[in-house]
């Protein structure tokens, strides 16, 4: 397990100004008390594993008491505390010695509204209003401070009165404050409606209830650092568990202009989920109330008392605490409108959104659904709210960015857009902090509304006219987002690009996809998207030339690029033609894009939109919306945590993209593959009660195929496998895998297993099935080398294929059992000593024959002790493939001359077909084959090993190291995985794991066995 955290640590009394972000290696498991020193050395810049004697003089004092560390306000018990649970999540922000500042900001929840700045160059805040005055200004004494250099310094205050009325005041600013497009006059106080948007310079605001918010997504943690969403009615959704959440309350106006409804409080503490961060966001108390104005969500780094604002979690949580309320429904509420709202955007190629609905058709609360504004993005990932991810390939909006607002003189404005589908790639030029500002808000936009599966995202910041820690740390945010997570066989940590072997690296791996689509048009390309954002110059000539290769084609592989350029701001002085050259020499790819936004104004507050052959033209201008590098890492490190759902149902984002297929590695680990890295008796317990709701097929794991773990079922319909391929290509070992696969995922009183060698020489040198005779199910182990004991084992196995078509006719099911029917089945019991069952017992096993060296047994060699009686074997083997199927047998069996058994029923019978060819080209690489599934379909896949030792990599102590994102877009430096010689294998691992985990199942009654 890995996740990254941020470490604060105190020193003389002062919070340090910036998290150290570092790298936690650990087992699944691990305890907090482990890892604490390690913390304690990355924050006080100690290299890893340093001594005792190298931490801080505060940490020396305390002997062996573990040193304190915190989540938002909460001490966590570093005895009971795990590593990977929330609230140590990826992502996470701990604090050490004392809470972190930003602990005592209040969850949204408890505030009586909120203030959301939805637009301007320093957009995405959310602060909350408890009542009284709130200032909005430039200047950093205002409550609420604004990075726009048209707001005067105390421009306007918000004022929430007791009794609930909302009133905002000009305080004689230079611009003015409007409301609704409407001027409110100079020193002057008017009712102010939730929900009015205010402007002030170029910046918008607007007062938001938490009336109508609805419940945040479920999330479920894996104990590896990841929450994974859920699909609503889900067991760990909020609802409790296996219930759908409870719908959000019907919307409700305002009953006057100027009067404020304050909402019901939550349900349980912590109902806000804005003030969390890197932890589960469906828990966790609420803070002590904070000042008027507080914000929770704004990432303001500025001033010191606000420069920890955001820097951890309000409160730590425990994961079954229910929520209430969330606080990114609210822009839900108009979801209804969706329908009607969609057909009057205009989406053109580079162009405006010319034509919103109007307020009349539900108001500015009506277009967040479709084009949210960036606090509203802010509180999806916090929630995480029901906008997350929702934008599929097939969605409407897909891949249409916000860039700003074109301000009307008479209302709220409209916000202007940009469809990368249909402008392919978008250069963007202007001075390095508004550029960077703007590039922050689009790429919020697009990874808070696209799940990892549908977009990723691609970074190039090798621009060598820079220096690399400038870079790292403008960009380092962009890192902990999962969209930048390698998912088609990347090699690399990151797909980001910090020098120019990496941005090599990166766009080999892109242009190689443009070539493979390269018949494709862009609007019949179905498949994932990425976005590559080009920071400066990529690098050498040919980085230059593919990239601007990907700039101008590869929206025919779904690839856009976001190319930045630092230039001066478009002028009359400086006019839009001057601004387009200067961003072609400094960033040569910038000519190749398809649409322009290029900054201007005397303050670089104004974005021109323009087509390259319209440049000339004046084309569509707004005011931009960016976002500061704090709030770009806090919304970073909320989404780096979340997963998209397993099995997305049909019609959601996630199952509309098809997955690309990855690399096969060249060693599977099965454990891996099943998800039982620690073999444990409840992570068993818990697969074996998933499987009791499918009690018609045994499930099956091969191994590692290109798009995730290769399955299979044995069905009633499709009863038996055949094994195939040539001496050295892992067929033995593949059939230990699938017994261990196949005891793993089925309860021990469902599966009873019998095991036949017939190659007596090999097993008898240690090549054979023999291991597999240890897990709970195995019965009988054949070595086909005496033929008395051949004869009396196809005598046993007739027969009981005669007991089952008996008890099949009387009734008996192999699929649920009769009422009264509670004890299980003992696999144990030697063959032939099968009593009478009763119609009333318990099901049937269903038994599985896994067989190695079936050719041996059809064409024994002469001189082969056992060859007297391997006919008779075949014979029941035969029988077992032609009546097996309705009687709750089936039958496994490995080959290594396919035409040796070519003309048997088993070959005839078989619905699956494994064919191993143990090569990959003209490496030998065992265990290497492809699946042959009923309908013809062939699946390439890696076979899982069970037989290797325990990794000694996974007995390591856990480590602390610095993160260095500069080194992220390396190849990852692979440990050797060295095995534990006189360790336990991993089959045997499994097997003790199983005896366990049956052993509460056991009873004093048992009936016989199966055979």
């Known amino acids: 397990m890995q996740i990254r955290l941020g470490v604060l640590a105190s020193r003389g009394g002062q919070a340090a100004a910036r998290a150290t972000d570092v790298v936690v290696t650990a087992p699944s498991g691990t305890v907090l008390a482990t890892i604490a020193e390690g913390l304690v050395a990355a924050a006080a810049g100690a290299p890893d594993g340093a001594e005792r004697s190298e931490r801080p003089e505060r940490d020396r004092d305390r002997g ?20 990977g649970v929330p609230p140590l999540v990826d992502g996470a922000e701990v604090s050490l010695y004392t809470p972190s500042p930003a602990a005592h900001a209040e969850a949204p929840g408890g505030a009586r509204a909120r203030l959301h700045v939805v637009a301007g160059p320093d957009a995405g805040g959310v602060h909350l ?5 709130v200032t909005l200004g430039r200047s950093a004494e205002a409550d609420v401070p604004l990075d726009d250099p048209d707001v005067s310094r105390l421009h306007c205050a918000v004022t929430v009165t007791d009794s609930g009325q909302l009133t905002v005041t000009d305080l004689e600013s230079t611009n003015g404050t409007a409301l609704d497009g409407s001027d409110v006059p100079s020193g002057r106080t008017v009712p102010l409606r939730a929900g009015a948007t205010v402007r002030l310079g170029e910046s918008a605001a607007r007062v938001q209830t938490s009336e109508g918010d609805a419940v945040p997504l479920g999330t479920v943690p894996d104990g590896e650092g990841r929450l994974r969403l859920t699909q609503p009615g889900v067991p760990g959704a909020d609802g409790g568990p296996g219930e759908p959440a409870p719908a959000p309350s019907p919307v409700t106006g305002p009953e006057a202009p100027g ?12 109902g806000g989920a804005a003030a969390r961060r890197g932890q589960d966001p469906t828990t966790g108390p609420p803070g002590p109330p904070g000042p008027p104005g507080s914000s929770v969500a704004d990432g303001r780094r500025t001033e010191p008392e606000a420069a920890h604002r955001d820097a951890a979690p309000s409160g730590p949580s425990e994961p079954s605490a229910p929520l209430g309320r969330g606080l990114t429904g609210w822009a839900r509420k108009w979801a209804t409108w969706r329908a009607e709202a969609a057909p009057g955007l205009d989406a053109r190629s580079g162009a405006a959104a010319h034509r919103a609905t109007g307020p009349q058709e539900g108001g500015p609360a009506a277009r967040d659904v479709t084009q949210p504004d960036l606090a509203t993005v802010l509180l999806t990932a916090l929630g995480p709210g029901p906008l997350l991810w929702e934008r599929g390939p097939q969605h409407p909006h897909a891949l249409t960015v916000r860039i700003g607002i074109a301000h009307r003189s008479h209302g709220p404005g409209e916000p202007v857009t940009v469809d990368l589908r249909t402008s392919g790639s978008l250069g963007m030029a202007g001075p390095r902090t508004r550029l960077a500002a703007l590039a922050r808000a689009l790429l919020a936009q697009l990874t808070a509304l696209h799940g990892p599966g549908a977009l990723e995202t691609v970074l190039i910041a090798a621009d060598g006219a820079r220096d690399v820690a400038d870079r790292t740390r403008e960009w380092a945010w962009l890192g902990w987002l999962p969209h930048v997570r390698p998912a088609h066989g990347q090699d690399c940590r990151l797909l980001v690009a910090y020098d120019c072997d990496q941005a090599a690296a990166r766009t080999s791996e892109l242009v190689r996809r443009l070539d493979e689509t390269a018949s494709v048009s862009p609007a019949a390309y179905r498949g994932p998207r990425t976005v590559l954002v080009v920071d400066g110059d990529p690098g050498p000539a040919p980085v230059r030339d593919a ?15 976001l190319c930045l350029a630092e230039t001066p701001s478009a002028t009359p002085a400086s006019p839009l033609d001057d601004t387009v050259r200067a961003a072609g020499e400094a960033s040569p790819p910038f000519r190749s894009c398809g649409t322009f936004a290029l900054l201007s104004g005397a303050v670089a507050t104004a974005v021109r939109i323009v087509r390259p052959g319209r440049r000339h033209a004046d084309g569509t201008v707004a005011t931009m919306d960016g976002v500061s590098a704090a709030w770009a890492e806090r919304f970073a490190r909320a989404l780096a945590p979340l997963r998209e759902a397993d099995g997305s149902p049909p019609g959601s984002p996630a199952a509309d993209v098809p997955r690309v297929p990855a690399a096969l590695p060249r060693t599977c680990r099965l454990l891996d593959e099943l998800g039982l890295a620690r073999a444990t008796p409840s992570a068993l317990l818990s697969r074996w009660a998933a499987s009791a709701a499918q009690p018609t097929r045994l499930p099956l794991t091969l191994g590692a195929g290109p798009r995730g773990p290769v399955t299979a079922a044995l069905t009633a319909t499709h009863p038996h496998l055949l094994l195939t391929g040539p001496a050295g290509s892992g067929k033995t070992e593949l059939l230990r895998a699938v017994a261990a696969s196949l005891a793993a995922d089925t309860p021990t009183d469902r599966l009873a297993l019998m095991i036949v060698d017939g190659d007596a020489d090999r097993a008898a040198a240690g090549g054979g099935l023999s291991a597999c005779a240890d897990l709970p199910p195995a019965g009988d182990h054949l070595v086909a080398g005496d033929p008395v004991r051949m004869r009396e084992f196809a005598q046993s196995l007739s027969a009981e294929l005669k007991r089952r078509a008996e008890l099949v006719a009387e009734g008996r099911s192999f699929d649920s059992p009769p009422p009264d029917a509670t004890r299980v089945v003992s696999p144990r019991r030697p063959l032939g000593t099968a009593g009478t069952a009763r119609h009333a017992g318990p099901p049937l096993p269903r038994l599985v024959v896994l067989v190695d060296d079936f050719d041996t047994l059809v064409d024994p060699a002469l001189g082969n002790p056992g060859r007297p009686s391997a006919g008779s074997v075949v014979r029941a083997l035969e029988a077992v493939a032609r009546d097996g199927a309705r009687l709750g047998v089936h039958l496994i069996a490995a080959s290594g001359r396919p035409d040796a058994v070519a003309d048997t029923a088993t070959a005839r019978g078989a619905a699956f077909e494994v064919r191993l060819t143990g090569r990959d080209g003209d490496d030998p690489v065992p265990g290497r084959g492809s699946l042959r599934l009923p309908d013809g379909t062939s699946l390439p896949f890696q076979g899982g090993r069970v037989s290797g030792r325990i990794p000694r990599t996974a007995t390591l102590r856990p480590t602390v190291v610095p993160l260095d994102w500069a080194r992220a877009g390396d190849p990852p430096t692979r440990r050797t995985v060295r095995e534990l010689g006189n360790g336990p294998t991993d089959l045997a691992l499994l097997a003790s794991a199983m005896t366990r985990a049956a052993r509460p199942a056991a009873a004093p009654t048992r009936h016989a066995s199966p055979t």
């Open 64 to 83: 062996h008491e573990t040193v304190p560390v915190y989540v938002g306000e909460h001490r966590l018990d570093p005895h009971r505390q795990i590593v």
């Open 259 to 270: 009067t404020l409804s304050v909402p019901p409080p939550s349900r349980a503490p912590g």
């Open 129 to 133: 209003l408890h009542g009284g005055r």
């Open 547 to 561: 990239v601007a290769r990907l700039a101008a084609e590869g929206a025919a592989a779904g690839i856009h690029v």
